[in-house]
């Protein structure tokens, strides 16, 4: 009788730790505990669901807006941009890169060109092939927006009475390389001011109002995909960057109602002069296209877009900057550029510092007139010299 009494004993303690065991267990536990939070889970559920129909509702949309704004325009046929804006283009920082292919864009479908820069012999070059070419009109306007206020009297001048359609910003200062900003020279930072900044807004301030009292016309300045985020040890020029497009973008509220239409482009990687041969920019021109090709998107878009990269890679590529938040584009200090040169500022070749000599005369010191062919091509020298 003992031995089966302890016998029972034993099966009860047994039984016990079992159930314990199965208490204690973590599937059973969360079991218990889902069953009593059912209603979260189908909330929770929904929330999921509505979240993931919203990002595929987004996705679908982009996509959409990335085939209507750089596939189709390129599929119809080209608009009349001389009707639509009018027949004269000026073209800023047109000696090479994506200004110089711009204007080379706009003269294949008919406008007249009117090329500003600084080296006149590049500028001229530039003209005659336009002029021979596309059977336009071209004039060369040498001037060095790096000097200040004192350069636009003249360009003022010279673009009055003119049936000015269409206006690209693309002047450009740069630092020579990625560096801390104390470690950027004073000048360095003046030019960005003058020449990305102050250019950009005179040269608008000068043209706009011809365009408002024929109710048409259309600018674009190109900004940079360094303008998306904060781009450590670039931050004046991304600064820059960031105020061109905030500018677009607000004149285009203030404008749009009596005609103008202004766009902020927003390029990245191109390839120029100075890449790399073999680079691995230089290896995929769908990441990286010409200028030429960019040029021909770019300006397809032009009266669909208020703001955009201009070309369909670059939208792929300015999404991760758009959709990461601030401090993971932080941790890297390279946002995408359109052009990269290791050349200082004053070596570069579409930016050259100016030459000495005297200063204080305002206006042109004189301009002459040459032919390319039958089409004509004029030279404005604009240069401030110094005394």
């Known amino acids: 009788m003992q031995n089966g009494s302890a016998a029972e004993e034993s099966a009860q303690i047994l039984q016990s730790r079992v159930a314990m065991a199965a208490v204690d267990s973590f599937y059973l536990l969360y079991r218990e505990i889902a069953r009593s939070c059912n209603c979260y889970m189908e909330a929770l559920a929904l929330v999921g669901a509505w979240y993931t129909a919203r990002k595929s509702i987004t996705v679908i949309c982009d996509f959409y807006s990335l085939i209507r704004l750089h596939f189709i325009p390129r599929l ?56 021979d070419t596309y059977r336009v009109e071209t004039v060369v306007m040498v001037a060095d927006f790096s000097r200040g206020r004192e350069i636009y009297a003249p360009i003022r001048e010279a673009l009055r009475d003119r049936d000015i359609g269409i206006l690209v910003n693309d002047m450009d200062a740069f630092y020579p390389y990625p560096q801390y900003f104390t470690q950027i020279p004073e000048d ?49 020029f991304s600064a820059s960057k960031a105020y061109l497009d905030h500018f677009s973008r607000a004149l285009q509220y203030e404008y749009a109602s009596k005609g103008i239409f202004v766009q902020s482009l927003i390029p990245f990687h191109v390839t120029t002069s100075v890449t790399t041969p073999g680079s691995f920019l230089h290896r995929c021109p769908w990441l990286a296209p010409s200028p030429r090709v960019y040029a021909q998107h770019a300006v397809s878009t032009l009266g669909i877009s208020k703001r955009t990269t201009g070309y369909w890679s670059h939208s792929i590529q300015v999404a991760p900057c758009l959709f990461f938040s601030h401090s993971i584009c932080l941790s890297g200090s390279g946002c995408g550029e359109q052009t990269f040169s290791t050349a200082p500022y004053g070596k570069r070749p579409y930016l050259a510092k100016p030459e000495s000599g005297r200063s204080g005369e305002a206006g042109p010191s004189h301009s002459n007139l040459q032919y390319s062919g039958i089409w004509k091509t004029h030279v404005v020298h604009l240069r401030i010299v110094s005394s």
């Open 188 to 236: 360095t930072l003046w030019d960005i001011v003058n020449v990305n900044i102050a250019a950009a807004s005179l040269m608008v301030h000068i043209v706009l109002p011809g365009m408002v009292e024929r109710k048409k016309g259309a600018i674009v300045t190109v900004s940079s995909g360094s303008c998306c985020k904060p781009t450590p040890q670039l931050a004046a």
């Open 76 to 131: 119809g046929s080209r608009p009349d941009l001389i009707k639509q804006y009018g027949r004269w283009a000026v073209i800023s920082g047109a000696t090479d890169g994506i200004g110089k292919a711009y204007a080379e864009e706009l003269a294949s479908r008919g406008l007249n060109m009117i090329l500003i820069g600084q080296e006149e012999e590049k500028l001229q070059a530039v003209a005659k092939h336009i002029a």
